[in-house]
């Protein structure tokens, strides 16, 4: 059927999340008539901490949101480093400007940053720009090449938009996805667990470092995501505990939950370091959260006509390597780059899916491997983790050539970014709009 004749295109974004805000505003940016359709009834500062790699700071501040923003909300990280169970290093790299490049690392809470995304869209394109319990349920597309989206409001009332294109935005648990591909698989997980939580704690190493201690299949993540307290030292640390468990436990425990930290914390008696008391840390946790290790299968599209999927809804990863969001972030603005070369048409969303689905999905895969965190696989196979030298076990080169490999296919290999050009030239704007 044709859909309501339209006298200006206009883009439907479903969720509200970082995906659907970076999309909305990039779509600002290049004046692109859009609506955010988010099913809460109000934006809360939901989860714990993320890490922004230089790619998507880049791009933030290509949109006008630099550190003077960032800075408000986080952190830039200097370091990454892996240690062993036994307490000795099997990697580190400096990270962000420390590591040459041209933009920092941010390790920052990711609620506050879509409260931050949300509060500039706002100031930009309006307070309507963003329409709260919105949730979208399915979509219907039409002969002209339009598309409608269904949803319901939270009384269970249905409403219906219009628009030249749907963008589904709306995470791991997508609506438009299901539909889109009604015979994918279940959420896949790997049998990980994890614990996230954080702490006020003196932060380790570098003052900025992120930090996984441990082996493959029992590790803590720790990094800090604000800075310290001139007087106290303290800072906002977030920390992950991962334990891999049988299916029977994460039945039990659903996907996602507040937990008390004696649910977990017997886990990791004796973890203490001179330089880290992860017993400690885990005791004096000011808010915990269960959820398993979760991600989907790679679907062979990402788009069905006018409708198309971003971040979660397309390619939800394990965070093994630290580049959800990122990937998110990134994928609205190579969105906007195809609407800048083919208009709000389908054209450009199947130009976006072909440039991005095959990639990211082998992404989606090599983060289920583990990651970065493979380097942990290798030293488990080799020595059990017991270790005095690890050039003995794992040789440096080999080191530094499996962190080259993955941060070459996440698209943030350190000269790979530093000389590519924009991907939206400043004061680019779709051709053929009312501004």
Same mark, same amino acid.
């Given at each position: 059927?044709?859909?309501?004749?339209?006298?200006?295109?206009?883009?439907?974004?479903?969720?509200?999340?970082?995906?659907?805000?970076?999309?909305?505003?990039?779509?600002?940016?290049?004046?692109?008539?859009?609506?955010?359709?988010?099913?809460?009834?109000?934006?809360?500062?939901?989860?714990?901490?993320?890490?922004?790699?230089?790619?998507?700071?880049?791009?933030?501040?290509?949109?006008?949101?630099?550190?003077?923003?960032?800075?408000?909300?986080?952190?830039?990280?200097?370091?990454?480093?892996?240690?062993? @169970?036994?307490?000795? !290093?099997?990697?580190?790299?400096?990270?962000?400007? !420390?590591?040459?490049?041209?933009?920092?690392?941010?390790?920052?809470?990711?609620?506050?940053?879509?409260?931050?995304?949300?509060?500039?869209?706002?100031?930009?394109?309006?307070?309507?720009?963003?329409?709260?319990?919105? @949730?979208?349920?399915?979509?219907?597309?039409?002969?002209?090449?339009?598309?409608?989206?269904?949803?319901?409001?939270?009384?269970?009332?249905?409403?219906?938009?219009?628009?030249?294109?749907?963008?589904?935005?709306?995470?791991?648990?997508?609506?438009? @996805?299901?539909?889109?591909?009604?015979?994918?698989?279940?959420?896949?997980?790997?049998?990980? +667990?994890?614990?996230?939580?954080?702490?006020?704690?003196?932060?380790?190493?570098?003052?900025?470092?992120?930090?996984?201690?441990?082996?493959?299949?029992?590790?803590?993540?720790?990094?800090?995501?604000?800075?310290?307290?001139?007087?106290?030292?303290?800072?906002?640390?977030?920390?992950?505990?991962?334990?891999?468990?049988?299916?029977?436990?994460?039945?039990?425990?659903?996907?996602?939950?507040?937990?008390?930290?004696?649910?977990?914390?017997?886990?990791?008696?004796?973890?203490?370091?001179?330089?880290?008391?992860?017993?400690?840390?885990?005791?004096?946790?000011?808010?915990?959260?269960?959820?398993? +290790?979760? !991600?989907?299968?790679?679907?062979?599209?990402?788009?069905?006509?006018?409708?198309?999927?971003?971040?979660?809804?397309?390619?939800?990863?394990?965070?093994?390597?630290?580049?959800?969001?990122?990937?998110?972030? +990134?994928?609205?603005?190579?969105?906007?780059?195809?609407?800048?070369?083919?208009?709000?048409?389908?054209?450009?969303?199947?130009?976006?899916?072909?440039?991005?689905?095959?990639?990211?999905?082998?992404?989606?895969?090599?983060?289920?491997?583990?990651?970065?965190?493979?380097?942990?696989?290798?030293?488990?196979?080799?020595?059990?983790?017991?270790?005095?030298?690890?050039?003995?076990?794992?040789?440096?080169?080999?080191?530094?050539?499996?962190?080259?490999?993955?941060?070459?296919?996440?698209?943030?290999?350190?000269?790979?970014?530093?000389?590519?050009?924009?991907?939206?030239?400043?004061?680019?704007?779709?051709?053929?709009?009312?501004?």
């Amino acid at each position: 059927m044709s859909g309501p004749d339209m006298a200006q295109p206009r883009v439907l974004v479903a969720g509200g999340g970082i995906g659907g805000l970076a999309v909305a505003l990039t779509l600002h940016q290049v004046g692109v008539p859009f609506t955010v359709l988010e099913g809460a009834r109000e934006l809360a500062p939901l989860g714990v901490g993320i890490n922004l790699q230089p790619n998507a700071v880049r791009e933030l501040g290509d949109l006008g949101i630099g550190p003077d923003l960032l800075d408000t909300i986080g952190v830039p990280a200097r370091e990454w480093a892996l240690v062993g @169970r036994n307490g000795h !290093d099997i990697y580190s790299e400096p990270r962000g400007l !420390d590591a040459g490049y041209r933009w920092p690392q941010y390790a920052l809470h990711r609620g506050r940053l879509q409260l931050l995304l949300a509060q500039v869209l706002r100031e930009r394109a309006g307070a309507d720009a963003i329409r709260l319990g919105h @949730r979208v349920t399915g979509y219907e597309t039409h002969t002209d090449g339009t598309v409608t989206a269904t949803g319901q409001h939270p009384d269970g009332t249905v409403w219906h938009e219009h628009g030249s294109v749907l963008i589904g935005a709306d995470g791991i648990h997508s609506a438009v @996805r299901a539909q889109m591909h009604p015979d994918q698989p279940p959420i896949h997980w790997g049998g990980t +667990m994890m614990w996230r939580g954080t702490t006020q704690a003196v932060p380790v190493r570098t003052g900025s470092s992120f930090v996984g201690l441990g082996s493959a299949r029992h590790r803590v993540v720790v990094y800090p995501i604000s800075p310290a307290d001139p007087v106290t030292g303290l800072a906002t640390v977030n920390w992950i505990a991962e334990l891999q468990v049988d299916d029977t436990a994460w039945q039990r425990s659903g996907w996602f939950r507040q937990v008390d930290v004696q649910e977990l914390a017997h886990h990791f008696d004796g973890w203490t370091y001179d330089w880290l008391d992860v017993p400690d840390l885990l005791a004096r946790a000011e808010v915990v959260y269960e959820n398993p +290790m979760i !991600d989907r299968d790679p679907v062979p599209t990402w788009q069905d006509g006018p409708v198309l999927l971003v971040g979660d809804a397309a390619h939800a990863m394990y965070p093994t390597g630290s580049n959800g969001a990122s990937q998110a972030i +990134m994928d609205a603005r190579h969105l906007g780059a195809a609407m800048l070369r083919h208009g709000v048409t389908p054209a450009a969303l199947a130009a976006f899916d072909a440039q991005l689905c095959g990639p990211v999905s082998r992404l989606v895969l090599r983060n289920r491997g583990a990651g970065p965190f493979g380097l942990l696989d290798l030293v488990d196979e080799r020595c059990g983790g017991d270790f005095d030298d690890i050039d003995d076990v794992v040789p440096e080169v080999e080191r530094t050539a499996f962190m080259a490999g993955y941060k070459a296919a996440a698209g943030f290999a350190v000269e790979q970014l530093n000389t590519a050009g924009p991907t939206i030239a400043p004061g680019a704007r779709v051709e053929g709009l009312r501004v």
